[in-house]
Structure formats: C-alpha cells, structure tokens
C-alpha cells in the first residue's frame, strides 16, 4: 500500500524532486523507510539505502535521541493528533551539526501508521537571527549610551526616539520626548523658520553641520535656552524617511571662549608690552652679537695675518741664513786666500779667488734683485707696457744669456713654429717682464735637472692668446708641495739642499697677473715638470 501510494505521479514529485528533506517514519517499526534524494544529501550519506542501512539515522534525525518511554509518548501523541512540530539540531554523517525544523504529519496506509516527516534546514534564519540580535546590540551601544544627544524625527517631525543623553540635555524624563513635535526642542521666536528648514531638508536631505559660523540655541522642557552645536544625517527604512539630529550642549564651551575674549586684550597688550622688550633687548643682543662677529673676524684676520707672518718671517730667516751665508762664506775664504798669496807672490792663485768673489757677490745681487721685485711688484708700482715683440727673438737672446749656467750636456730646444699673430714671429708683450719670466722658468728647469738633460721650449699663438710650455727632464715636485709654490719663500721639500730663495715663482705668478694671463704647473717626481703660460697677445686685448 504504502508503494502504490508513493509510486503516485503527483506523490512521487512532491516526494523525490523536493529541495528539503522529506521521509516517510513507519510508526511501528520506529524507523524510516523512505528518504527522498535532497533528504540523502542534507544527511551527507551517499546514497537513500546506505542511510536506511545506518543503525541510528534510520531511527532517528536527533543528535540526542528520545529514551524509550518518551519516544513511545511522542509516537502516540502523533497517532492522536496527526501532528507535531520542533526545532532541534541534527546530525550528519561527518559529525557535523545543524539546526532543523522538524515536521511531523501523521497518515495511514490500511492498517498501518506512517508519519511524512519534514526536515527544513534552518541554519540561514539562526544566522539572520545572530546577526539580527548583534545589530540590535551594536544600535543600543552606539545609540542608548552615545556621549552627545541623538534625536531621530519622522518626515512630520514627530520624535521617533531620542537617547539617554538627548533627554538630559532637554530636562525630560526618558520617554517624554517620543511623539512631540521637534519644533518644541527649538526657541520659539524661530520655531516657524525652522519647520521650513526642515522641509528644505526633507526634500534636499544631506549630512552636514547645521548653522555653520552661526550661533545655535535649543529649548528645554522648562522653557530656557542653552547653545549647542547639530549636524544632520538622514536614513531610509522602508518607504518613510527619517532624519536624525546630532546635538552637543556648547554651554561650558561658550563660557570659555567668552573668558579667553574677556581677557584677550589684556593678553594683547601684555603681549604688546613683551613684544617690545624683547624687540628692543634682540636688537641690543644683535648689535653686541655683531660687534663680536666683527671683533671675532677682525681677531681672526689678525691671527691668520699674524700667522701667515710668522710663516714668512721663518722661510725668509730660513732662506736668508742659508742663501746668504753660502756666498758671504766664499767671499770671507777666497779673501783670505788671496792676502795669503799676495805675501807669497802667487798671482795666478789670487785670479781664481777674484772670480769665485764676482761669482758670489752676483749671486747675492741676483738674491736682492728678486727682494726688491717683490717689494716692487706690491707696492704697484710695475706696470706692464706692450709693444709688437719678436717672439723668436726674445726667446733666443734669453736663452743664449743663460748658457753659462747649463750643466755639461744639458741643452735647451726651442720651438715656436705655431706662434705669430701681428706678423711673423710678432706678438704684442711686455718685453721686459716676459724676459723676466722667461729666465726665471728656464733658470729653474736648468737648476733642478741633471746633466745632458733637455728643457724645451714650445710656443704657440691662437685667438689673440700666446701659450708658452717650458718643461724639463728634472727631479720633479711632490704633490702636497705644488699648490705652494707660487707663495713666496716657499720651496719643495726635496730641493733643500740646492741653493734658491722660493721667490722666482712668486715673482713669475705676479708678472704674469700683470701681463693678463694664467700660469699652470704639472709635475711628476723624477719625471720633471712642465709650466704653462697663457698671455694675450694681441693689440685689441690692451686697447679694450
């Protein structure tokens, strides 16, 4: 009977094509004996035998079942009544749990008793309900217990609701304020105005501060006002809007901006008092802090000055008592040895001895020559004047004057196949100080350079600018030493042992500083040295 009746077309798709549980529960046997498809899978078991073959499951849907007696009581009520609804939790398969709502109809088929048991997964409205209860909770924390007044009026502007706060601040009793009018909470000379504005906003709603830069009063229960500060916010529910009112009593802030503007002109003219003085002491104090400044510059002017002297006085004593007591020596010697053969009547003796006395006594006129340069050269009083000079020719007769002075095999190579610009060979310079710093240049590259050694000379002139480059084959110049050779009195450190007096390039640089032009020095040790020049050269130059 009970196959005929769910092989039915219309009980077979009720049955096998619901989405929910559905199983028919032979009363007494207390089992289940037919579970449709979505039943089989809501339970996890693969398939409706291997759930009718499960000892428990096919007995009962509970995680806890029912003891005997009460599920006899339960079946007998079924029987009686035809039906039974709850809500229980139910178990699967894999252990896992979920909440159901079971029900329960009573049928019979012949003589039997049967029950159509229906199982709907209730897991979505248990979530929606959590869910639900959270919101709720989190509206009353926000709401109930907010630290500013909150107001919540209906498009009538009849109150809704109002927090704990909102009633405080009005002097009512908690309840009082739902169904008044909101324009009973505003002063009454503005009450018409403000259901306008309400209006206004009812149309055009936006969150946004209310009565910006203005000062806003609201109304107690008792009649008095107090300021405060509002903004707005709105929401939607359903086909109603409502708007809700944000409400901060401003009383003890306004009494405390109304104090700072009682005393802002004290302040003011404390602060005009205090300005001043400390105007007039920063200006004293700058003033005394640039008297310092300047004492401290002055003071360091003098000591670098004072310095700078020192350094001075010590290479020239240095230079001094080695440069001149050299020659003053061999005049004192040769002396001596000449009266000593005078007496014995050795005259060719006393010819040698004459001439190391003219070679001494030139080389400490040579020595207050380059004294008496510098005084010159910084008193001002050496001016450079040009005239259209053969270059070849200057060049020539001052290397043939210091021919005595080359050592054996030494030789000087003279080039200026690129120079001449006013004609050949011609170029507009001071005569007298470019021999000058010619001999000086050649006169050093002789002196610290060794026997058959070469000094060339290389000479150029292009866009009204004369290049001269002297270079040797000498013993060069150390690093640290270059940068001070051009200082007077200065000398490298590894020529010490060879007389000089550390003025001639002194002297050079400030010749060629008259002239308009620049002067360079490249040196490597034990490679030699070479000296640049760069002169202008033409008329224009010293026209313009």
């Not at 230079?319 to 009547?345: D, N, W």
């Not at 020095?521 to 224009?540: F, I, R």
């Amino acid at each position: 009977m009970l196959n005929e009746l769910l092989s039915n077309p219309l009980t077979d798709l009720l049955f096998e094509k619901s989405d929910e549980f559905m199983g028919v529960y032979d009363l007494e046997k207390e089992q289940f004996v037919r579970v449709n498809p979505a039943g089989v899978q809501l339970l996890g078991f693969a398939s409706e035998v291997t759930l009718l073959d499960d000892p428990i499951r096919v007995r009962a849907l509970r995680i806890s079942p029912l003891a005997d007696e009460h599920r006899a009581a339960l079946i007998e009520k079924i029987s009686q009544t035809g039906r039974h609804e709850e809500t229980t939790q139910i178990g699967r398969l894999n252990g896992s749990v979920f909440w159901g709502r079971l029900i329960v109809s009573a049928f019979f088929s012949g003589a039997d008793r049967y029950a159509l048991v229906q199982l709907i997964d209730q897991r979505r409205l248990h979530q929606t309900e959590r869910d639900l209860d959270h919101s709720v909770r989190r509206y009353e924390a926000v709401f109930s217990y907010a630290s500013i007044g909150i107001v919540v009026c209906d498009q009538q502007g009849r109150i809704t609701s109002a927090n704990h706060l909102a009633n405080e601040l009005f002097g009512y009793e908690t309840g009082e304020l739902i169904s008044l009018n909101i324009e009973q909470l505003v002063p009454t000379e503005v009450s018409r105005y403000h259901e306008t504005l309400r209006q206004i906003f009812d149309k055009q709603p936006q969150v946004r501060e209310v009565g910006h830069n203005r000062d806003l009063q609201a109304r107690r229960k008792d009649g008095s006002v107090f300021p405060v500060e509002i903004s707005l916010s709105y929401f939607q529910l359903e086909d109603e809007r409502y708007s809700v009112a944000y409400i901060i009593d401003t009383s003890v802030k306004k009494a405390a901006e109304q104090q700072l503007l009682d005393q802002r002109d004290d302040i003011q003219r404390l602060n005009a008092d205090l300005e001043k003085k400390v105007a007039d002491r920063t200006n004293a104090l700058m003033n005394t802090l640039g008297q310092l400044v300047k004492a401290k510059d002055e003071l360091t002017k003098a000591l670098t000055a004072e310095q700078q002297l020192g350094e001075l006085k010590s290479r020239f004593v240095s230079m001094a008592s080695h440069e001149f007591r050299t020659p003053l020596t061999v005049v004192q010697t040769s002396a001596t040895l000449i009266e000593k053969y005078l007496v014995l009547g050795k005259l060719d003796h006393c010819q040698i001895h004459l001439d190391h006395i003219r070679t001494a006594t030139r080389h400490l006129n040579d020595i207050l020559e380059e004294f008496l340069s510098v005084g010159i050269i910084e008193a001002g009083k050496v001016e450079a004047h040009p005239v259209s000079v053969d270059l070849a020719k200057v060049v020539g007769e001052t290397v043939a004057d210091m021919q005595g002075i080359l050592k054996p095999g030494q030789r000087v190579e003279i080039d200026l196949s690129g120079s001449g610009t006013a004609g050949p060979g011609h170029v507009w310079l001071d005569p007298s100080l470019f021999r000058k710093i010619i001999l000086n240049l050649l006169t050093n590259a002789v002196k610290y350079s060794g026997p058959a050694s070469v000094v060339s000379i290389q000479g150029r002139a292009t866009n009204q600018m004369l290049t001269l480059i002297i270079q040797d084959q000498g013993m060069g110049i150390p690093p640290n030493d270059q940068h001070h050779l051009f200082e007077r009195f200065y000398r490298a450190k590894n020529v010490s042992n060879i007389a000089g007096t550390g003025l001639g390039l002194h002297i050079v640089g400030q010749y060629v500083a008259l002239m308009g032009g620049q002067v360079s020095l490249q040196s490597v040790l034990n490679q030699g040295t070479t000296v640049t020049l760069t002169l202008p050269c033409h008329d224009d130059h010293f026209a313009n």
